[in-house]
């Protein structure tokens, strides 16, 4: 009796800013008897309703509308009351966005974003790409003699595999280097270049006792193992010089306890907060009587920073701190475990940013969607008043697995298009669509479907896939990639996924770039890619609908709907017809009429 979707009777479509009037239309059965029809708008536990007004009839249904203006920013949740001579009828959405009429459905979701928020678009033409650093590309450095004052490491050749164990059979300390640094990027940038490569997101680069560097030592120094800070410039600069920016992975929930601020096994000259009250870093940690301390998920090499700290927070974020020392070679940052940071504390650091570089991006980690994460019983606001301007995005991820694994179309468009309607379209555009990454098992690992319940590490790190495994995973790669580049955001490929790199989960996910041993198929098809998404970057940075096609997910891109992204993961070919005539950007191929899709395929058509 009730027809309302929100992708098209809601406008302006998605996200808006503040005091922006929107429209809402529905539609009642014109034999439900309906005497009135009301929009009830939620924000926080007020919920006020807005008398909507018909304004003629279709097809059956009498058409109702009325105008909403949000007075401020913040979450809005919305559903109908229809007043029928059986009493009211309640109508809010399902799991899949319809709407359905019934008791305690839940609300459609309306994100509120204030007057000083951005709202530049992406180009359509963005790529990242992740690097860890250690295991990406080695360059021949001068031996820096920091190195010396360091905790002893192993190094590895290059075709040696990851350790998985530490030192003589202890726990595993990610301290076997492989020493891939800097200038090895810079050495690679040309064929990064190749791949359409607009975004360099590195991990951490600041002074560690890890591999991967998330326990920070010293926020002021690059590594030693990874160059200068001469190296780093020239990095940037050659980057730019190519049309790439780069991104730095900052790490200001915690620091290492083997840092120049804890100093927690005396590596360092300075007193840290670890040895007594007479260091200057004393009040940057939470240190209890019984020598025990706060620290990150209970790991006790990285102790939390007090968020409170006056002192932490005036280095960090002051103006000869090291957010602006490395923001002022004009780079984006990433933000580790963003939902750690109370609000204070990252409008601060973002601010910090700001100050220092306008138009520079500030990207949080966060796993799921992020217009209502809460952490710690607190709702937070990172695209509401645009303290970040994009995510990890983790909700397109798993759509894209679950669909490439054989999923449900449907189930997929709803996802997607719950995301493009709940993020304001500069975060969609600046976030990062990633498909892996050094916390998650290796893409070709996660589409091989192998089941590793009771494996131990070592039998995870033996483990190769089989030609079969290998062959359907690399053909559902590129489904998954595919989609990964099409989708609104900035698709975000992590290092050796392009040329078959495998594994399991930390730190077999980390192995060294296999520059010796490519695979050449995927290389050419994630060149392709970009090819194509410089291509189609105009639609791209346009709208995104689906057109229902049983068995086939079609993804039509731009707002005339002239390109196609059609993909098949069911278990038999099918044949579709969309255009008279058109072209697959993916392999140049001409089809007139219907087009025939094989078995976990992708096509970009463009419509001639």
């Known amino acids: 009796m009730f027809r309302f979707n929100n992708h098209i009777d809601k406008t302006p479509f998605g996200a808006v800013r503040e005091k922006t009037p929107i429209r809402f239309c529905c539609r009642v059965r014109q034999d439900a008897g309906a005497s009135g029809v009301r929009l009830v708008v939620r924000h926080n536990d007020i919920s006020t309703p807005y008398a909507m007004q018909a304004e003629g009839q279709a097809d059956g249904y009498r058409v109702y509308s009325v105008q909403f203006a949000p007075p401020k920013w913040g979450l809005y949740f919305y559903r109908f009351e229809i007043d029928t001579p059986g009493g009211v009828v309640f109508a809010g959405r399902d799991k899949m966005g319809n709407a359905v009429c019934g008791d305690f459905l839940p609300e459609w979701q309306l994100t509120v974003y204030g007057q000083k928020v951005r709202e530049d678009r992406g180009t359509g ?70 791949l359409g490569v607009t975004l360099l997101f590195l991990s951490p680069i600041f002074m560690s006792v890890s591999n991967h560097r998330y326990d920070t030592a010293d926020y002021m120094q690059i590594d030693p193992l990874l160059g200068t800070e001469a190296d780093f410039a020239t990095l940037v600069r050659e980057a730019r010089a190519r049309g790439m920016r780069v991104m730095l992975d900052g790490v200001f929930n915690h620091t290492g306890s083997d840092s120049l601020y804890f100093n927690r096994d005396g590596h360092f000259d300075s007193v840290g907060a670890y040895q007594g009250d007479e260091s200057p870093y004393k009040d940057w940690f939470n240190i209890h009587r019984d020598g025990k301390y706060d620290c990150w998920w209970g790991i006790e090499n990285v102790p939390t920073i007090n968020k409170k700290s006056k002192s932490a927070r005036a280095f960090l974020f002051g103006p000869q701190g090291p957010v602006a ?33 306008p138009m520079a991006n500030v990207i949080g980690e966060v796993w799921e969607d992020a217009s209502t994460k809460c952490s710690y019983g607190v709702q937070r606001h990172y695209f509401a008043t645009g303290q970040l301007d994009g995510v990890m995005n983790y909700v397109f991820r798993n759509a894209i697995l679950d669909y490439a694994r054989g999923g449900s179309a449907d189930e997929f468009a709803a996802k997607v298009m719950d995301v493009c309607e709940n993020y304001p379209r500069h975060a969609l555009d600046h976030s990062l669509t990633l498909l892996d990454s050094h916390d998650t098992v290796r893409i070709l690992n996660e589409l091989a479907q192998i089941n590793t319940l009771g494996w131990s590490k070592q039998m995870q790190l033996d483990y190769r896939l089989s030609p ?100 098949n993961t069911s278990l038999k070919p099918h044949g579709l017809r969309l255009y008279p005539r058109c072209v697959d950007l993916l392999t140049g191929r001409v089809w007139e009429g219907n087009v025939f899709m094989h078995v976990n395929s992708i096509m970009v058509l463009k419509t001639l």
């Not at 021949?140 to 002893?152: A, Q």
């Not at 984006?332 to 700001?354: F, G, T």
């Open 125 to 194: 033409k963005e790529i990242a790409y992740h690097i860890f650093v250690d295991r990406f590309c080695r360059a021949e450095i001068p031996h820096d003699p920091r190195l010396d004052s360091l905790p002893p490491r192993t190094y590895k050749e290059w075709d040696d595999d990851v350790d998985i164990v530490g030192k003589n059979g202890a726990p595993y300390d990610a301290t076997d280097f492989f020493g891939g640094n800097l200038l090895g990027i810079v050495s690679k940038l040309d064929y990064l270049q190749s």
């Open 325 to 357: 020392h490395w923001t002022q070679y004009d780079i984006d940052w990433r933000l580790d475990v963003v939902d750690e940071l109370p609000d204070a504390y990252l409008d601060e650091l973002c601010n910090r940013i700001r100050a220092t570089q």
């Open 468 to 567: 079969q495994q290998r062959r359907l995973a690399m053909d559902r790669l590129m489904v998954a990639a595919g989609l990964q580049y099409t989708l609104p955001g900035t698709p975000t490929v992590y290092y050796g996924d392009e040329v078959g790199l495998s594994g399991f989960a930390d730190p077999i996910n980390r192995r060294p770039y296999p520059w010796d041993n490519p695979n050449q198929e995927l290389r050419r098809f994630y060149t392709k890619l970009g090819e194509v998404r410089g291509q189609i970057a105009s639609e791209l940075a346009g709208g995104v609908s689906f057109a229902n096609r049983e068995g086939v997910l079609v993804m039509l891109r731009g707002d005339e709907g002239k390109v196609a992204v059609c993909a």
